[in-house]
């Protein structure tokens, strides 16, 4: 069984944390986003996630992430459509 994702799909306009780095999981661990496993040697995206004392990383899978790729285009052509009209 699936499982959807809760709450809107993120953008990464506002992630100014650095790159999202495509990793191998070296343990079996929940996505972030939808919750589902990530097994040990499967590819997964991690997303640095700046917190008040330290950098922890956000993990999604592969599913989740080009979700957020599509969502980021989406907004940045709505920011330039924006731009493009103002002036």
Do not use: H, W, Y
């Amino acid at each position: 069984m699936t499982k959807k994702a809760k709450g809107p799909t993120p953008t990464l306009i506002s992630c100014s944390n650095g790159t999202p780095k495509i990793v191998i999981a070296k343990k079996t661990s929940p996505c972030s986003r939808c919750k589902k496993p990530i097994s040990m040697n499967e590819r997964c995206v991690d997303l640095r996630k700046l917190t008040t004392s330290f950098t922890s990383t956000r993990r999604l899978c592969i599913a989740c992430f080009l979700q957020t790729i599509e969502k980021t285009k989406a907004d940045i052509l709505k920011i330039e459509k924006e731009i493009i009209k103002g002036s």
